[in-house]
């Protein structure tokens, strides 16, 4: 683990240190059997344990969110992947046979290779589980990392350093290297020779990370923003639909990058959806305290964005229906948990992330409308649907253009650790979590044997005169419409 450093050409300079370290600890870590790497993993996770209670406060410290969103929505949902991995990493790694198909002479295998050195680069917002979740995939698929957090907050990538070198007695110290620093230290880190980047952030910046890694054609698996509707249908559970609304926006602050940020509600039961939102926004309490339902916007950088937001949707027509002042969080300027009504697709409330806590509902005619209309974003990284009758609910499932979707349910599938979680469009390219999200720390070998011991092959130099004919005739009887 490299200390925080003087200045940012310092910062900067320090990538190169800590990749090489990372590359000397990757014999080892790589060469261990996947059982042990679990075992290892295992500790880690004690170890995140012991110290939970200065994770929590270094988070609370430097993002301003309240500590029980600490304990459940980060280290909860990081302790659960741990021991979904620890159980199935070795399997899912173990070497698979293919059928030979024509071949029957051979024997195919596809192998499960670690990359090398994977650089993990984190946002502020959920800054354990979003640095933990891709570090702990990346090593149970035996690689080794350097991770550099979000510049807001370096001291929880700091304590994730530790953690791993402080687990399992100090066995494996060196596997996760952390470089702190801004910007440009991600962009040295993804120039620096690792072999596969896992960013996680906004989609400006993501596109900037796929540029600089097509210069070595560094692989890069990309976790970026949202825009996720929620649509009531006419004989959805209002009073659940609303609950589910109300945490899915104003969670974290609604600086969640899969926050319920648009909601379409059918006519015939908007009145009532309405009614019961904003009597909840109402009773929410924001602040720093053991009481507190939601805390603090982490930044001002990110209020400036809301309020840009509310102002631009106030002024094309929409109505404050909750909230909507500005407030001091525990020091930090804030808003209020805000719910906005008549609002529409002209307004960047409803078109671009906002990543604060606001919900705009939209009153639509039917439940074909609400899917144009969620479908109508450039985003596609979680969708939520409420709704009784099944054979409407999986239409909209179907149509939704979403990596993920919830049924009667808000963000819930980020924290089942056998489900891949990862958006389409320009919420992102790859998977994390489940199979998927281990496959994409390994590169595949596909190894083909010979295991008939004949001399040569027909198809090898010099041809066999009747190659061609005798190829002929055996395509069309192996091919023939018939016997396809
Ligand atoms: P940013 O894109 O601003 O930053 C993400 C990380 O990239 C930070 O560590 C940042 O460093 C670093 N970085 C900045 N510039 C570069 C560069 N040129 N090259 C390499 N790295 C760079 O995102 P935020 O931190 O503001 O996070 C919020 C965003 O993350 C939202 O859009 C949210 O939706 C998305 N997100 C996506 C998730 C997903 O799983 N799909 C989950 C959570 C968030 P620094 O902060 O030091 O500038």
Known sequence: MTPPSAGPAAEVAEVAGALERARGAFPAWSGLDPSARSRHMLAVRSRLLERLDDVVETIVAETGKIATEVVVNEVLVTCELIGWYAKHAPGLLRPERVSPGLLRHKTA???????????????????????????????????????????????????????????????????VQVVTGSGPVGEALVRSGVDKI????????????????????????????????????SDADIGRAARGAVWGAFTNCGQTCMATERVYVVESVYDDFVAQVVELTGRLNQGSGADADLGAVTHEGQLRVIEAHLADALERGAKVAAGGRRVD?????????????????TMAVMREETFGPILPV??????????????????????????????????????????????????????????????????GLGRSHGPEGLREMTQVKSVATDRSRLRREPQWLPLPSQLGRMARMAMRVLYHRRYT
């Open 198 to 233: 896992v960013f996680t952030g906004s989609v400006r910046t993501g596109k900037a990370v796929m540029r600089a890694a097509a210069d070595a054609l560094t692989p890069v698996l990309l976790e970026l923003g949202g825009k996720d509707p929620l649509i009531v249908c």
């Open 329 to 345: 969080v525990g020091g930090r300027p804030s808003l209020e948990p805000t719910v906005l009504l008549d609002v529409d697709h």
């Open 109 to 175: 295998e596809k192998r499960y290779e670690p990359y090398g050195v994977i650089g993990v680069i984190s946002p502020w917002n959920y800054p354990l589980v979003l640095s933990m979740g891709p570090v702990v995939t990346a090593l149970f698929a035996g690689n080794t990392v350097v991770l550099k957090p979000s510049e807001i907050t370096p001291k929880v990538g700091l304590l994730v350093g530790e953690i791993f070198a402080e687990a399992g007695s100090g066995s494996h110290p060196a596997i």
């Open 362 to 427: 939209m009153r639509v005619r039917d439940e074909d409308e609400a899917l144009a209309l969620a479908n109508d974003s450039p985003y596609g990284l979680n969708a939520s649907v409420f709704g009784r009758d099944k054979a409407k609910l999986e239409k909209l499932v179907a149509g939704l253009a979403s990596g993920n979707v919830c049924v009667n349910d808000v963000m819930v599938s980020y924290a089942i650790p056998g489900l891949p979680f990862g958006g389409v469009k320009s919420s």
